[in-house]
C-alpha cells in the first residue's frame, strides 16, 4: 500500500474506534489533549516530527501540547516533564534524552496515569511491556531503527572512501540511545564488512556543532591521511562537515551525515557531504500521534514502530520524491 493511505488508514481506524469504543459518540466525543516532549525545540528534527504530530491531531481532532527544552539534557528536560505533569494531559509522548536519567522522571507520569510514548530515543532498553526491568512501562516505542542506520552510514562512507584508510564518528554523548545505536551500527559493520578500515576514537560533542567543528580538526592535526568522519546526528554533522571545510578539505575528508536539514542541499551539491540519511521524523510524530489516539480509544497498540530512511546524495537531491524528507526549520 502507498505510504499515504497507510496513514488515511491508519487515521480512519482510529476514527473508527472513537466511535466504537462505546465512551465517546460523534456529538459528545472527548477532546484528548496529548503531549509531545522533544529532545529540544530548536532542532529541525524535532520541528518537523511536530509538524507531524500536528497533522494527525487535526485529522483526529486532538490537541496537540508541544512543550520542551532549549537544550538537549536531562537537566533541561526533567522540569519540562514534571510541568506536562501538572498539566494533565491524556497521554505523554516524548523523546527522553538519557536512557536511565529520565526512567524516574517518567514513571511519575506513569503512576499519575498518563499514559507514556517514547518517540526517536527510549529508555532502559527500549524493549516495553515485558514485564522485564525498571524501565518497561512505556506503551510502545517509535522510531527509526539506529543500528541499521550506522550500519547505512558504514557502508556509504566505505564507499566514498574506497574501502580503506582512517574514519572516526563525531557524535553527542554516551546515554543517547539513538545516537549510541547509531555508533554500535556502524562500528559492527566496518569491523564485519571493512577490514581496510580503521576506526578511531569517537569524539563526543555534547551536540554542540562549534565542538564538532574543532574536534575534526584536531582528528586532522593527529591524522594527516584521515579520510572521513560520520557525524552521527545533525549537530554532529554540520559540526564534522565545517571543520572539514575550515580545514580546507572539502572533497577530501569525506562526511557522511545522519539528519537532512535545509543545509545539507548546499552541502551535498558541493560536494562537502558525500550522503545524508534522512530520518522521517514527520512520521515518527504522525504515528505517536495516532497511537496514543488508538490507546485512549481503546485499542491495543504496537510496542514498537519502526520508520524509514531515505538516503540522500548529489544524485538525487533534486528529485521531488527525496527532497521532500529535508526537514522544516
Ligand atoms: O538525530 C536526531 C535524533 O534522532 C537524535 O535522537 C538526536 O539528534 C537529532 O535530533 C538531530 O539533532
Known amino acids: 500500500m502507498e505510504r499515504r493511505s497507510v ?11 472513537a466511535v466504537g469504543a462505546g465512551t465517546t459518540s460523534a456529538s459528545a466525543q472527548e477532546k484528548y489533549s496529548i503531549a509531545l516532549i522533544p529532545g529540544l525545540t530548536t532542532d529541525a528534527f524535532y520541528i518537523t516530527m511536530r509538524k507531524g504530530a500536528q497533522a ?11 512543550q ?18 501538572a498539566r494533565k494531559p491524556s497521554a505523554l509522548l516524548i523523546a527522553p534524552t538519557d536512557v536511565t536519567q529520565l526512567v524516574e522522571p517518567l514513571r511519575k507520569a506513569h503512576d499519575a496515569g498518563i499514559p507514556v510514548i517514547t518517540v526517536d530515543t527510549f529508555i532502559g532498553t527500549g524493549k516495553y ?28 562512507l566505505a ?14 554523548k554516551p546515554g543517547v540511545s539513538t545516537t549510541d ?17 580503521t ?14 567543528a574543532s574536534q575534526l580538526q584536531a ?3 593527529r591524522n594527516s591521511d584521515l579520510k572521513g568522519v560520520f557525524g552521527a546526528n545533525l549537530f554532529s554533522a554540520l559540526g564534522a562537515g565545517n571543520g572539514v571545510q575550515q580545514a580546507g578539505q572539502t572533497g577530501t575528508i569525506k562526511v557522511v551525515a545522519f539528519d537532512a536539514p535545509t543545509s545539507i542541499v548546499e552541502n551535498i551539491k558541493s560536494g562537502l557531504v558525500d550522503v545524508a540519511i534522512a530520518q522521517h521524523p514527520a512520521t515518527i510524530g504522525y504515528y505517536g500521534v495516532v497511537s496514543a489516539f488508538a490507546h485512549l480509544t481503546g485499542q491495543a497498540i504496537p510496542v514498537a514502530i519502526g520508520t524509514g530512511f531515505t538516503v540522500i546524495d548529489k544524485n538525487n537531491v533534486d528529485n521531488p520524491d527525496v527532497a521532500k524528507f529535508i526537514y522544516s526549520d
Do not use: C, H, W
Open 129 to 156: 511491556q515485558t514485564g522485564a526491568g525498571d524501565a518497561d512501562f512505556p506503551l510502545s516505542y517509535i522510531a527509526s531503527d539506529n543500528i541499521l542506520g550506522g550500519k547505512m552510514a558504514a557502508r556509504a
Open 181 to 197: 545505536q547509531r555508533e554500535e551500527g556502524f562500528k559492527t559493520a566496518m569491523a564485519e564488512e571493512f577490514p581496510k578500515i
Open 159 to 172: 564507499n566514498a572512501i574506497g574501502g580503506e584508510g582512517k574514519v572516526y564518528v563525531s557524535n553527542v
Open 68 to 85: 520542551g527544552g532549549p537544550e538537549f539534557n536531562p537537566v533541561v528536560q526533567v522540569p519540562v516533564i514534571d510541568a506536562i505533569i
Open 56 to 66: 494527525a491531531a487535526d485529522a483526529l481532532g486532538a490537541e496537540l501540547i508541544f
Open 219 to 221: 582528528v586532522f592535526a
Open 199 to 212: 576506526v578511531l576514537e569517537t569524539q563526543f560533542n555534547e551536540n554542540d556543532a562549534n565542538k564538532a
Open 7 to 17: 496513514l488515511k488508514s491508519a487515521v480512519a481506524m482510529a476514527a473508527v474506534a
